[in-house]
C-alpha cells in the first residue's frame, strides 16, 4: 500500500458503490482523526477502533451513512495530495470547498483541521481530502 490515505478514500468510495452498511481499514492516529472529523460533520454516521483477534493490528470499522431515499451521504471523495505530489494552501488561500456544503482536510500545524477550521485559526496546511 502506497499511500493509506487514498485507500482508505478508495474503501469508503468502492462500499458506497456497493450500498454496503459497514466498511474497514487498517487504523492509524490521521486516518482516525478523519473519520472523527466525517462523523461530526455528518457524512459517516460512526466509527469505531476494532482491535484484531490474535493480532495486535487495530482496524477501523465505519458505519456509513444514507439519506431516507437510498442516496449516500458522501456524493464525491477525492484524494488531493499523494506522497509523489503534494498541494500546500495557505491561510488566505483557502477557500470553502462547494460553497460550503462539502469540506476540505488540511494536516496542519494544529492538527487536521477543516477549511472552516483553517479560517478561524489563520492557518495553513497539506490539503489530504475533499469530500462532499
Do not use: W
Amino acid at each position: 500500500m502506497n499511500y493509506p490515505i487514498s485507500d482508505m478514500a478508495l474503501r469508503i468510495k468502492n462500499a458506497y458503490k456497493g450500498q454496503k452498511d459497514k466498511v474497514a481499514f487498517p487504523h492509524s492516529g490521521i486516518k482516525e482523526k478523519i473519520c472523527s472529523i466525517l462523523k461530526r460533520d455528518g457524512f459517516i454516521e460512526d466509527f469505531k477502533v476494532t482491535q484484531r483477534e490474535g493480532k495486535s493490528m487495530k482496524d477501523i470499522e465505519i458505519k456509513l451513512g444514507y439519506f431516507e431515499n437510498k442516496k449516500p451521504t458522501i456524493l464525491e471523495i477525492k484524494v488531493t495530495s499523494t506522497p509523489s505530489l503534494r498541494f500546500y494552501k495557505g491561510a488566505k488561500e483557502i477557500r470553502p470547498y462547494k460553497n460550503g456544503l462539502g469540506v476540505e482536510l488540511f494536516s496542519t500545524s494544529s492538527g487536521i483541521l477543516t477549511d472552516s477550521e483553517c479560517k478561524e485559526k489563520n492557518v495553513g496546511g497539506l490539503s489530504l481530502l475533499r469530500v462532499f
